[in-house]
């Protein structure tokens, strides 16, 4: 593999040699994609239109180098290439959902499309907010259909992880509802038994009360107040970033 010239700030500091790998524009933005589960490479550069695909490789080659993403195969039917985070990459999951949070509590800049909210950006920085593990005997999943849009709440040692797509086993939950009701309850402007009561939400496989339980543990709890929140005006939400142009 040919090797990816890297900018060092040539300094010893953990901090320093961290962002001599992840840095560079764009780079922590793969890693979010990669947070959401495997992805091609077409996935990824939809997710990112003004990158360029040459960009694109050459980020992808550089955390390939730095042993933070790796190529695999995704099994059988797909069985099509794709990138995915390597264990170590896998350790930024805590502190990019972290710097998500933190993001939230910025003033919404107005150069941002609220037209580029996504729902599973909304799943991974709800997963960040939850407080207490499960137990971790429990292996299940939940599935959202958000228009047009699928993701899934899969839970691993006790705690929900978001992965981009349908649930690749039967979900123990599964709602459809628009992508405004579903900010509107990771934020609490309105419950689960509101969003059901008012029509906005509908319970396709499952119960009340196992929906009830994924809001009770992943809190988002914010700072101040939110604003009244639509897709059509400045969205403040509980993602680690905005599906960028």
Known sequence: MERVPSKTY???????????????????????????????????????PSIGAN????????????????RATLPAPAAVPVYELTPLGERLRDPLLRLGLWG?????????????????????GLTAAQPE????????TVQFDIGD???????????????SGPSPSAPVLRV????????????????????LGDGKLAILAGTPMALDEVFEVLVY????????LTTSASV??????????
């Open 10 to 48: 040539g300094q010893m500091c953990p901090l320093a040699r961290s962002l001599d790998i992840l840095g560079e524009r764009w780079t922590l933005l793969v890693v979010r994609e990669l947070l959401l589960g495997p992805k091609r490479f077409k996935h990824l550069l939809a997710a990112f």
């Open 55 to 70: 960009r694109l490789s050459e980020r992808l080659r550089g955390l390939e180098q730095a042993g933070v993403v790796r």
């Open 104 to 124: 939230l509590d910025l003033p919404v800049d107005e150069r941002i499309d609220p037209a580029t909210a996504r729902a599973d950006l909304i799943a991974l």
């Open 133 to 140: 593990p499960l137990d971790p005997a429990r292996c299940e």
């Open 149 to 163: 849009e699928a993701l899934h709440l899969q839970l691993q040692d006790g705690r929900f992880l978001a992965r």
């Open 176 to 195: 459809a509802c628009d992508l405004d009701s579903f900010i509107a309850l990771a934020l609490r402007v309105i419950t689960p038994a509101q969003a």
């Open 221 to 228: 709890a914010p700072a101040a107040e939110p604003e009244p």
């Open 236 to 245: 403040r939400q509980p993602t680690v970033g905005s599906a960028d142009r």
